[in-house]
């Protein structure tokens, strides 16, 4: 049930606490969003550093890296994604349980980078997959990280439990499953994925 | 019953078991019950760090194996007993000696059926 903003601050300023299911559930799970732990490149010493004393990521709640993708709710995709290395990232989230959300870490991770122009580099993770944050950077400072972080709570808190809007693992409509690209004779079969990526229209004049 | 001096005891046992296990059977029901589940084949297949798995995961090991697990006993599970052995020694009586002098012949026995493999020599 829907109740007003104004009337919520003003209780909560004689000392009552109103909530609704939905802001405690979505608190509850952006206050746990655990990493899964993997590292492509460079951006995953900075991901590291993130999670060391000095950045101290276990503020936000997300200091638990998960060696499997069964028990992670985020992935970090830090660095160059490769197209040797890109099947095996689209099949890891698609084992990882849902919700899961992906931060695309660098300028590799969102488009390929300095290697964009590369025979073996895949210019952007979201070609496959679905990206929730982006951070530049070559490579983000553990600052960023935290940004991103934070933004992707935003994000969590933000998603209603039902009509539309919903997150995909709240849609029983929705499906899970993300194809893995196979190695082709030139390139990656299929290029992209569709239904995540619309291919942009190339004008030639 | 409640006479008896093991129930409060008893008592503590089924609540540290209560502890344990209810957080269990609460997530249990929660995943049953809430939890968003999207199976398809990707996401059940066996992990293996994002390949794809080859074969079955149930593989047999070769028995050769064996004569690593002798030489590990003999090189260093012996010696986490020998040092006390030595400590306590001259405190010990007829029969702790004994089962020392049983237990080191029989590892005796592992590294003379290791030697006679050929186990110890290298290249």
């Known amino acids: ?205 | 019953m409640a006479s008896n001096p093991y129930f409060s005891l008893a008592v503590l046992f089924v609540a540290a078991l209560g502890f344990g296990l209810t957080p269990l059977g609460l997530a249990w029901l929660w995943g049953k019950v809430f939890s968003p589940a999207k199976p398809n084949a990707i996401k059940n297949a066996i992990y293996e760090c994002g390949l794809e798995s080859k074969g079955d995961a149930w593989v047999q090991f070769r028995s050769a194996y064996y004569l690593y697990a002798i030489i590990f006993l003999i090189f260093d599970v012996e010696a986490v007993f020998l040092l006390p052995f030595a400590v306590a020694f001259t405190g010990l009586g007829v029969s702790a000696c004994l089962a020392m002098l049983v237990f080191v012949l029989l590892l005796v026995e592992g590294l003379a059926w290791a030697w006679a493999k050929g186990v110890l020599t290298w290249a």
């Not at chain 1, 160059?80 to 991770?109: D, F, S």
């Not at chain 1, 009509?163 to 690209?181: N, S, W, Y």
């Open chain 1, 1 to 205: 049930m829907a109740f007003e903003e104004g009337l919520k601050i003003e209780l909560g300023k004689q000392g009552v606490i109103v909530t609704s299911l939905q802001e405690l559930y979505n608190w509850g799970r952006r206050s746990s969003v655990w990493p899964m732990q993997f590292g492509l490149a460079c951006c995953a010493i900075e991901m590291i550093a993130t999670t060391m004393a000095r950045y101290d990521m276990a503020r936000f709640g997300a200091e638990i890296f998960r060696p499997s993708p069964r028990q992670a709710d985020m992935m970090i995709i830090s660095g160059t994604v490769t197209k040797k290395m890109a099947p095996q990232v689209v099949r890891l989230y698609n084992q990882m349980a849902e919700p899961k959300y992906v931060i695309a870490m660098g300028a590799c991770a969102i488009s390929g980078g300095p290697f964009k122009q590369g025979y073996n580099v895949l210019k952007g993770i979201d070609r496959y997959i679905p990206v929730d944050v982006h951070i530049p950077g070559c490579p983000p400072r553990p600052e960023a990280l935290l940004q991103a972080l934070i933004t992707l709570q935003k994000k969590i808190d933000g998603q209603p439990l039902t009509g539309e809007g919903r997150p995909r693992f709240l849609d029983a409509e929705a499906q899970g499953e993300f194809p893995v690209p196979e190695q082709g004779e030139h390139d990656l079969e299929p290029p992209s994925n569709p239904a995540v990526w619309p291919v942009p229209l190339t004008i030639n004049k």
